[in-house]
């Protein structure tokens, strides 16, 4: 599949910080996604978006699916060590399947 | 809830050998199994989508006589990789997607190493 173009690819994060990453892409897509990818597992679902301009919750986590359809952004509050791994977004045309981001890897400042 | 397991979750071969992996929906039906390998620090590349009781479709570069896909039931699908080489030494994730995208899950992956 197409590769989206996320950003930024890494930050560090502090306790209590908020921090956000975003992807964009050429193409349009129907649904956007966000995961989560901790070392030597699989990817976990945190939002799913459906609709142009939908801002979705998830817990700390927020996510917006871009008006032009080819962007979207994720928002986590108050960040705390657990946050840490490595975020990919992942856009849709509608057949289950997934374009991904290079991924956004989170580590906490020392 | 609904998982996805693979088995096995590691494995160590040798150069020329064959590999199956398996992965299994729990408590849904996958319709549709879609395979992934992520070499380190690096996104998912798709390399393969099966729908269950079809041949699998395979992304371009990747070679099917290579990776054998099947999808044999809703609940089942495998790949093996044939003669493995070092260089196919990788993730390997499946995902099966059942009729909505809060129905799709990521299995927990098999790290592949060929010596």
């Known amino acids: 599949g197409q590769q989206l173009n996320q950003s930024p690819q890494s930050m560090f994060i502090q306790e209590g910080e908020d921090v956000s990453m975003n992807c964009t892409s050429s193409?349009?897509?129907?649904?956007w996604l966000w995961y989560k990818q901790d070392p030597g597992e699989g990817p976990v679902l945190l939002i799913a978006l459906y609709k142009a301009g939908e801002l979705t919750s998830n817990g700390r986590l927020t996510a917006q699916f871009g008006i032009t359809r080819k962007d979207s952004f994720l928002n986590i509050s108050a960040s705390i060590p657990s946050d840490v791994g490595i975020y990919f977004c992942a856009g849709s045309g509608g057949d289950y399947k997934l374009s991904f981001g290079a991924g956004t890897t989170v580590t906490v400042r020392a | 809830g609904a998982v996805v397991s693979q088995h096995p979750s590691r494995v160590i071969c040798k150069s020329g050998t064959s590999v199956k992996i398996e992965c299994r929906s729990l408590d849904f039906q996958a319709t549709t199994m879609f395979w992934y390998r992520q070499f380190p620090k690096q996104s998912l590349m798709l390399m393969a989508t099966?729908?269950?009781?079809?041949?699998?479709?395979?992304e371009q570069g990747v070679e099917k006589d290579k990776f054998l896909i099947n999808h044999a039931s809703l609940t089942l699908s495998t790949l093996t990789v044939t003669s493995a080489h070092p260089e196919d030494s990788s993730f390997y994730i499946c995902r099966g997607a059942g009729s909505s995208y809060n129905e799709q899950f990521f299995g927990p992956g098999t790290r592949l190493t060929v010596l």
């Open positions: 193409s349009i897509f129907n649904t």
């Open positions: 099966s729908n269950e009781g079809s041949k699998a479709t395979y």
